[in-house]
């Protein structure tokens, strides 16, 4: 079986299309099959092959997302903790990122694993539409992702990405990468239009290949098609809170405070997750993200319910 | 960013007392301590650094900035093992100027922060041991600030702290730049005489309390006029 990269550089060295960096610039060699590995310094290694360098840091780990299709669309909601051991690393990460103006990446796992690989995706999904004058389904691009990251399997690239999208009927070729003045920060009381869409598919399409996605694709090896995901180590929270609530039928407000209720509940109670949350919508017209709210302010509130409640 | 003595042999204490037989391993990483911080303003940035070079007890070298001039407008801070840290300055310089010859123009501090990402990450699997903070000015002039994990994970930041102190550093920073978990304080904009007073301030605080951290200081202020670096001495015990 070609490994897709190693293809991807075939092709690369004939054509100079990179601008002379080469695409192993990008993607980090594997430590197993390169015999003069430079890894194993120990002169009398033991037969076996994948002795590692213990790495002397932690890196970053823990959170909480989740997706879920009601008949507004999707909607893709994280917290924004970033831990690495014992450590908030960073407590304004974006685990939401957008790909194209119809999809967006919820990412979860090894937060430098994540980002490259988002940003790995990002490029060849615009490659393909410039080269193929089309958006890539999601389908497709769940697929595409899941087979650049199959040479990793087993070892320690820890990526867990939900796509979410809204797939467009077969012969519109405009998916834009997202445009500049995106109502990128707007509250869900506006109406956000986003991309430079002509909006002629209004309608939720009858045909099953269009309409809302929502994928999930892991780097070891798992990619679900499904309407409702959770990842991370605050999922079992996360799930508890959706499972509850979630039908079909909701409206864009309630599924925008379900999705906020679950990710708020699930910071409570998971050490590793919390700090803001971050909301993400996507329909027919593309994504519109909500304003990222402080979760510490809505746990006042929440306790000041609490004793209301035992009061009155 | 956690400082490492707690994790793996290096940097690690020896424990002197018996356990029992041990495998010793060659171990490619060494702790070489060390912190960074940076602090981005409105016309400004700041990357700050201590000069101390250690290993377990010793010292090495009490003049050994961890801050490198990329460009006229990028400063990059790196500290934890110092030969990864000098490794990882080579390659970025041979980057920019293969950059500066292919384009014809300079690298910006967001794209030097973009290609570092991908030259972390390059090395995924036998990761540089470097903890990287960059400091400069973006497009438009603004301050910019971008914090790095070792295998390339970056944000862009208004300011942060990295190498042994910075676990210590960063809820200071916290609460004197970003006004957090203050309740009824005006949110005034960071001046640059009050910013580097500040860094000042906080690497004496780090001196006091992390062995790793003192001997002296180096402050290098990037504003369009130029880089303005300065030494301020700190405790050398």
Known sequence: ?312 | MISAHGFGDPGKMKEYHYTGPVEHRFSPYAFNGGTVLAVAGEDFAIVASDTRLSEGYSIHSRDSPKCYKLTDTTVIGCSGFHGDCLTLTKIIDARLKMYKHSNNKSMTSGAIAAMLSTILYGRRFFPYYVYNIIGGLDEHGKGAVYSFDPVGSYQRDTYKAGGSASAMLQPLLDNQIGFKNMEGVQHVPLTRDKAVQLVKDVFISAAERDVYTGDALRVCVITKEGINEQTIPLRKD
């Open chain 1, 1 to 312: 079986m070609t490994d897709y990269y190693n293809f991807g550089l075939r092709r690369l060295k004939k054509s100079r299309r990179n601008s002379g960096i080469p695409l192993h610039f990008f993607i980090p060699t594997l430590p197993n099959p390169a015999p003069s590995n430079n890894r194993s310094l120990f002169p009398y290694s033991p037969a076996n092959q994948s002795v590692t360098v213990r790495r002397p840091f932690p890196l970053s780990h823990g959170t909480t997302t989740l997706g879920f299709i009601f008949q507004g669309g999707v909607i893709a909601a994280a917290d924004t903790r970033a831990s690495a051991g014992g450590l908030v690393a960073c407590p304004e990460v974006h685990k939401i990122t957008p790909i194209h103006s119809h999809l967006v990446v919820t990412s979860s796992g090894s937060g430098a694993d994540c980002m490259l690989w988002e940003r790995i995706l990002t490029r060849e999904i615009r490659l393909y539409q410039l080269r193929h004058r089309r958006c890539l389904s999601i389908r497709g691009t769940a697929k595409l992702l899941s087979f650049m990251l199959h040479p990793f399997k087993g070892t320690e690239v820890c990526v867990a990405l939900t796509l979410c999208g809204w797939d467009k009927d077969a012969g519109n070729t405009d998916c834009t990468k997202m445009s500049e003045d995106l109502s990128s920060t707007t509250d869900d009381s506006s109406s956000a239009v986003c991309s430079s869409q002509d909006v002629t598919a209004m309608a939720h399409s009858a045909s099953p290949s269009s309409g809302p996605k929502l994928i999930y694709v892991c780097s070891d090896g798992a990619r679900l098609q499904g309407d409702i995901f959770s990842v991370g180590s605050g999922s079992p929270y996360a799930y508890g809170v959706l499972d509850r609530d979630l039908r079909w039928s909701l409206s864009k407000e309630e599924a925008i405070s379900l999705a906020r209720e679950a990710v708020f509940r699930a910071t409570h109670r998971d050490a590793y997750s919390g700090n803001n949350v971050d909301l993400f919508h996507v329909t027919a017209q593309g994504w519109s993200q909500r304003k990222r709210e402080d979760l510490k302010e809505e746990y006042y509130r929440d306790m000041k319910r609490k004793t209301n409640i035992v009061e009155g």
